[in-house]
């Protein structure tokens, strides 16, 4: 019972703080690395909590013109390519996961941080799962392009997930792999 309350509370604070964020009109571009991830987070970071909910509102489900705000033009037509074949065929496509927490559930994700990697234009993001300090780290790759700061790549540094490369893996590579 005490965990249903904590879990209450947690949640309802979550709540008030995503209801003081979205009073935050979004920049027009992003300045920097940081800024384009962070905005990310707070537009579809509501995902680990309530995904099975809103399931059209998921960030891969959105429209292009909206990926394209937080993606380069590469990845959100590799992501709509996705979605496409998904649509098409009613079988799983590459992205079987939550984009931004590199899981199928990520429940019980908290104390998000977000820093730039000191002398690169990679953001890295960690978390803590259901007690379990730094669950996964994820390494955006931006880019600046004439219209701000863009995510061109996600990689997934910790978790192995079967059939996919490495002791992480890149969203891209999981992207631009032929469909079965």
């Excluded at 800024?35 to 059209?56: I, K, T």
């Excluded at 037509?77 to 799983?92: H, P």
């Excluded at 000191?118 to 379990?132: A, C, F, I, L, R």
Aim: negative net charge; glycine residues 8%.
């Amino acid at each position: 019972m005490k965990r249903i309350g904590r879990t209450v509370i947690i949640w309802l604070l979550g709540c008030n703080l995503f209801c003081a964020l979205a009073a935050v009109e979004r920049p027009a571009r992003f300045v920097s690395a940081e800024e384009v991830v962070a905005w990310l987070y707070r537009d579809f970071g509501w995902e680990c909590f309530l995904a099975h909910s809103f399931e059209e509102d998921i960030l891969c489900d959105q429209p292009q013109q909206v990926l394209k705000r937080y993606f380069t033009p590469q990845l959100s037509d590799w992501i709509v390519r996705d979605r496409a074949y998904v649509e098409k065929t009613r079988e799983l496509g590459h992205v079987d996961f939550v984009l931004l927490f590199g899981s199928q559930d990520p429940d019980g994700v908290g104390n998000l941080r977000i820093e730039r990697l000191p002398g690169t234009d990679k953001v890295k993001v960690v978390y803590d799962q259901n007690g379990e300090r730094d669950v996964m780290e994820l390494q955006f790759a931006a880019v600046e392009t004439d219209k701000g700061w863009r995510i061109a790549d996600i990689r997934y540094i910790s978790g192995e997930s079967a059939g996919r490369p490495g002791p992480g893996f890149s969203l891209l590579e999981i992207l631009s792999q032929p469909y079965k």
